[in-house]
């Protein structure tokens, strides 16, 4: 019998993401009822691997509630309970399927950026016991209304979108994911040699200090879809600045035209179209958040335009993004804060990468 593309979905996620064994504690999260049929996939996959799911389940709406009411005790506090899943569980998989991606737009920011500060703990937990191999998770999205409206297509042309971009229209995605990673290993083992990475393109000129750190192929095991190479650079080693061409999405928020200056690792100045105070907010959340925590080449060429869904965006083939904020523990990054900003550049035209002054990437491209 031919598998239901939900089944499909749901044994990657389970036996390749996060490749759940016997006797693993599994979690499975998901907002919004429009999850069910992947969410249901993924709590039977769970089963048939001999594994114990727990499912973690709510209404949509919810965190708009918390943000807009609660004190800031209530803010401060982490419940101990989610506190003992993020140090226990084996398997972490979030199933996102918004019905508003705009239900955050008109939050507190000094609320959002205090709550943001508060739970940095867990998502530290999470990034240190995957560093160690303690832990594994994936990130995931179903087609839903709200993402297909704010991607400017109907929800047909979405969904199908967002099938070719998880490979999902193959019979084995699996086989190409792989193919996938083989591919960019090579490139992230090349750039595992270069001391220094300098990118050129319309009001930027920036250079990384990368020395020592771990260059990342990532094909479908934290997220899915999949398709980059990235690290995190040395904390006090990155100057220059740089401009974010593509609308930046960020917790229901956006900022356009963002340009930012850096000095020795830290945000000194910054610049927006639109969407300034949102940065502003952003960027002094805390001790840790006008640090640079990523950066990263974009290698999905099944996506190749702005969705408004920055689980697609980064992925985008030809483009690069930067985080503002946290850093993984994986790649010897020490940078922490409740702060992750994925900003996406496009790398099309009239843009370049340079490897300890070799040119390595152009519009697009790369050349090794």
Not at 33 to 39: C, E, S
Not at 41 to 53: C, F, L, M, S
Not at 173 to 193: C, F, H, I, S
């Amino acid at each position: 019998m031919q598998k239901t593309i939900w089944e499909k979905y749901a044994e990657v996620l389970v036996d390749y993401s996060t490749n759940v064994q016997k006797g693993d504690l599994v979690q499975i999260r998901a907002a919004s009822i429009y999850a069910k049929d992947l969410v249901k996939a993924v709590y039977k996959r769970v089963i048939e691997k001999g594994a114990h799911p727990i499912l973690r389940t709510s209404f949509e709406d919810m965190s708009d509630i918390f943000i807009k009411y609660a004190s800031d005790e209530q803010l401060d506090y982490i419940d101990p309970i989610i506190k003992l899943e993020y140090e226990t569980v084996d398997k972490f998989i979030s199933i996102g399927a918004p019905m508003n991606t705009k239900n955050m737009a008109r939050a507190d920011l000094r609320k959002l950026s205090r709550r943001s500060k508060a739970s940095q703990g867990l998502s530290k937990t999470l990034m240190e016991r995957s560093a160690k191999g303690d832990a594994s998770w994936v990130v995931a999205d179903v087609p839903t209304h709200a993402l297909a409206q704010e991607a400017k297509m109907s929800f047909d042309e979405y969904s199908e979108f967002l099938f070719n971009s998880c490979y999902l229209n193959l019979d084995d995605p699996v086989a190409k994911l792989r193919e996938l990673d083989e591919k960019q290993t090579k490139w992230a083992n090349y750039l595992n040699g270069v001391k220094k990475l300098r990118i050129t393109g319309e009001k930027t000129d920036i250079t990384f200090n990368v020395e020592g750190r771990k260059w990342i192929s990532c094909s479908g095991i934290n997220n899915y879809p999949d398709g980059e190479v990235f690290t995190s650079p040395v904390e006090d080693g990155i100057n220059g600045e740089i401009y974010f061409d593509f609308p930046q999405n960020y917790r229901g928020n956006s900022a356009t035209g963002v340009h930012l200056w850096i000095e020795n690792g830290q945000i000194v100045k910054f610049d927006a179209d639109t969407g300034k105070d949102y940065l502003e907010a952003m960027f002094n959340m805390d001790e840790g958040s006008k640090g640079i925590g990523e950066i990263a080449i974009g290698t999905n060429d099944e996506i190749q335009e702005v969705t408004g869904n920055i689980l697609f965006d980064e992925k985008i083939g030809g483009s690069i993004h930067m985080a503002v904020g946290a850093s993984y523990p994986e790649t010897g990054g020490k940078n922490v804060s409740g702060l992750h900003w994925d900003m996406i550049k496009n790398m099309k035209h009239n843009s370049s990468i340079y490897a300890d002054d070799k040119l390595i990437y152009e519009n697009g491209k790369f050349l090794i």
